[in-house]
């Protein structure tokens, strides 16, 4: 096992060893660190949800009906009415015909992509996409070929090349690009569905709660419905809570349920998280007034950001990734804002993203004030002087 120091040893001289902060509060605008309370600018709770009283008395009623474990597998004895009742509100709230609950987002895309294709079939996907549909596509084995960022022309080009080379064809993107922010060109993406017979899937995981009419995600925010075959999403984001879903035609869900290893071979989603993501739809249906406000303080953020001189991406959503380059500054970089100007930010380095652009990825949320805004650029500019980023 002398392997496993030489691997750690590894990451480590490349600074990319990244140290695990342990919280001891609730998520939320700020939590506490060994012992000590920190402007929290990098989880994903977006809208504040995983500490909102409503949920918690959903999910603390939900424990009170339905007990805390799921207790065995869906396609067994696993499937509670709490889970099919959320799989109609996901639907209803996305507008699809019908939707199915996994147990996370990962296993969401693991579950649904190898029902989708198989070894005779053709996967085109977006070059950033998320290492949950990566696997995904492992998984199914069909052959695989990627598209540049953000490039129809270079999906349509591909398309044209190797389309007959599968008998199902499945396009494949992130909706919202998580380590940089910007968002899929869905429609031109869909344009492509019809042009070359194939198939297309979204992974709307940081569009939930965001994107959209009261949050309805990124195929709403485009005003696609129809011309998506399956979104996917997460609950463990602006949801709060856990689990992931696929949603679709009726037929295709009802397929998964007697395919989706997910679905078949791992215990159901417990019953307190699907009441918890049943309130949070609940409360998003009624108001927008926190995915306002979410995007009020993304405004500030970012422009205090740019204003003081970071390089951002072209982010179009929250995500605030403030590019720093070298993996050894960017590891300092969170280090210094964490004891010097109480601020968690972890750093994002390879093999999360490609070496060169690693980076410090904030996420402000709808709990945030206007202050802690401003409060981040400032400990952002003390700490870049300190490192040599700003001058
Ligand atoms: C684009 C994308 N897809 C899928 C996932 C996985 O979601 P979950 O955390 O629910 O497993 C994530 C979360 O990291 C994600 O960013």
Redesign the pocket.
């Known amino acids: 096992m002398n392997w496993v120091k030489e691997q750690l040893d590894e990451l480590k001289n490349a600074g990319r060893y990244v140290p695990i902060r342990v919280l001891e509060s609730s998520q939320g605008a700020e939590v506490v660190i060994e012992g000590r309370k920190v402007l929290n600018m990098c989880s994903n709770n977006y809208l504040g949800l995983a500490g909102h009283p409503e949920i918690k008395k959903a999910a603390i009623d939900a424990i009170n009906t339905y007990g805390i474990g799921a207790g065995a597998v869906r396609s067994i004895a696993g499937t509670m009415e709490i889970h099919v009742k959320l799989e109609e509100k996901v639907a209803q709230f996305k507008h699809m015909d019908a939707a199915l609950v996994y147990q996370?987002?990962?296993l969401a895309?693991l579950g649904t992509i190898p029902i989708l294709i198989g070894k005779e079939d053709v996967v085109f996907s977006e070059e950033l996409n998320?290492a949950?549909i990566i696997d995904g596509m492992r998984l199914s084995s069909a052959k695989k070929y990627v598209f540049n960022h953000m490039s129809t022309e270079d999906l349509d080009k591909k398309l044209k090349e190797y389309r007959k080379e599968g008998k199902r064809s499945l396009v494949v993107t992130?909706g919202v690009f998580?380590m940089d922010g910007d968002i899929a060109k869905l429609k031109e993406l869909s344009e492509m569905r019809e042009k070359h017979d194939t198939m297309l899937y979204v992974?709307d995981?940081?569009g939930e709660g965001v994107l959209g009419k009261n949050g309805r995600g990124i195929i709403d925010h485009f005003n696609l419905q129809g011309k998506v075959d399956v979104e996917m999403g997460?609950f463990?984001k602006a949801m709060g809570s856990m689990g992931?879903f696929v949603s679709g035609s009726a037929e295709l869900i009802d397929l998964l349920r007697q395919k989706a290893r997910p679905f078949l071979f791992s215990s159901g989603l417990n019953p307190a998280d699907a009441a918890s993501v049943m309130k949070a739809i609940e409360i998003l249906e009624k108001d927008d007034s926190l995915i306002r406000k979410l995007w009020k303080n993304t405004e500030i953020l970012q422009s205090g950001l740019r204003d003081a001189g970071f390089r951002l991406t072209s982010t179009k959503t929250p995500i605030t990734p403030v590019v720093t380059g070298d993996e050894k500054k960017t590891v300092e970089m969170s280090r210094i804002l964490y004891q010097d100007e109480k601020i968690f930010a972890s750093p994002i380095v390879f093999p999360t993203v490609a070496k060169g652009v690693a980076r410090i990825r904030l996420m402000p949320s709808a709990v945030h004030s206007e202050e802690q805004m401003k409060i981040t650029v400032e400990g952002f500019e003390r700490a870049g002087k300190k490192l040599g980023i700003l001058n």
Request: glycine share 22%; proline share 0%; hydrophobic share 15%.
């Open positions: 996370g987002g990962l895309n998320h949950s992130d998580s992974d995981a940081h997460t463990s992931g």
